[in-house]
């Protein structure tokens, strides 16, 4: 199948073409990635996977695996990747990783207690990925001190997880990192709301921009993502 606007493929039995991100649905995907789905494949270069609220999966295309705040299994193979890396955002019990999750003998697991150390966010190598720990939270339900996001690097893709936070406006000093994904949570109760994260995604300025840690309202059947609305949306659902 042919690629469309911004070099987003379909998944077919074919091989996609050079630098394609490749959809796993058996429709074509609308230009922005605006369709819902739930992993990116970096055809020949990297993965990543929504794995449900705040879980995120990313393999490098030489397959080092790392997992940020893998709190919940909700299929059996969800982990089934072993991981060279654990990286968690903060210590609420929605993103502590669960016993589940299967590691590599000499995986790192790194918190926002060694990802943020005297005041200093850490960098870390993790085979041929490059973790960056960066600044989170400020808001009334998360302290600076006590949480970070991550800036991934994985086979040239420049991805961002922004944690447990609201719109701030140090979110600004990440639009120069060239970001091609990022990830804000969208609940509105503990963190911003899917119109503050609208605005959080414009500072940040990244070319996908993936709502998670959604808290729908179930009773109602709503999804608060069908409020997020910013340049590149793209809804990964699980």
Do not use: R
Not at 193 to 222: C, Q, R, W, Y
Request: charged letters at 25%.
């Amino acid at each position: 199948e042919s690629t469309e606007e911004q070099g987003i493929a379909e998944q077919t039995e074919e091989a996609s073409e050079e630098q394609g991100i490749a959809k796993q649905t058996e429709e074509a995907p609308e230009a922005h990635g605006t369709e819902e789905q739930s992993s990116i494949d970096y055809t020949g270069k990297a993965t990543l996977t929504y794995i449900g609220h705040a879980g995120v999966k990313i393999v490098s295309k030489s397959g080092t695996v790392i997992y940020i705040d893998p709190a919940y299994q909700y299929k059996d193979d969800d982990y089934a990747d072993a991981a060279d890396a654990i990286c968690v955002t903060h210590g609420h019990d929605d993103h502590i990783p669960g016993d589940f999750v299967v590691q590599k003998p000499d995986c790192q697991i790194i918190t926002y207690k060694e990802a943020l150390h005297d005041g200093v966010y850490e960098t870390y190598q993790i085979g041929d990925i490059t973790i960056e720990a960066v600044k989170s939270g400020g808001n009334g339900n998360h302290k600076e001190e006590e949480c970070v996001g991550y800036i991934v690097t994985v086979d040239g893709v420049v991805i961002y997880h922004a944690g447990d936070t609201s719109k701030n406006d140090w979110m600004l000093d990440f639009a120069t990192k060239q970001i091609d994904y990022a990830m804000f949570p969208i609940d509105g109760t503990y963190n911003m709301g899917p119109t503050e994260a609208t605005e959080a995604a414009g500072l940040v300025g990244a070319k996908n921009n993936i709502p998670i840690h959604e808290f729908d309202d179930v009773m109602s059947g709503k999804k608060k993502s069908d409020k997020f609305n910013p340049e590149g949306k793209l809804v990964l659902e699980y």
